[in-house]
């Protein structure tokens, strides 16, 4: 059975910096596009950044030039470096991936479990 496990959430002070982890596990064909989502209380969960199986990757304004998104495919797994983080910043962030499990012919969406990630000002 395929998952996805988030790790590296936490406190920071404004200014701070954060490194999210994601590992996929479970017997994987192929890994396509991934993407980090988050959700602050009360607001719609919204696409943080994505990034393509050949490394092309995609940001909101609102993060441009302090986030960074990447991946090691040779292990499955995806990252968020957060630097300069906001108190706006504070979210649960979740982890999205297009995976192809074993046995089966086509890719599925799979979403990790969410990793709190707080700013104090």
């Known amino acids: 059975q395929v998952q996805l496990v988030e790790s590296g959430g936490g406190l920071v002070q404004t200014g701070g910096s954060l490194r999210l982890s994601c590992a996929a596990s479970?017997?994987?064909?192929?890994?396509?596009?991934m993407a980090w989502y988050r959700q602050a209380p009360g607001k719609v969960r919204e696409s943080v950044a994505t990034?393509?199986?050949?490394?092309?990757?995609r940001y909101i304004d609102s993060v441009k030039g302090r986030f960074t998104i990447s991946r090691d495919n040779a292990k499955n797994t995806l990252y968020l470096q957060m630097n300069s983080l906001k108190p706006e910043d504070a979210a649960v962030y979740y982890c999205?991936?297009?995976?192809?499990?074993?046995?089966?012919?086509?890719?599925?969406?799979?979403w990790g479990q969410g990793t709190q990630v707080t700013v104090s000002s």
């Open positions: 999205y991936a297009m995976i192809r499990p074993r046995n089966s012919p086509s890719y599925s969406p799979y």
């Open positions: 479970g017997t994987i064909l192929g890994v396509d596009a």
């Open positions: 990034i393509t199986s050949h490394g092309i990757t």
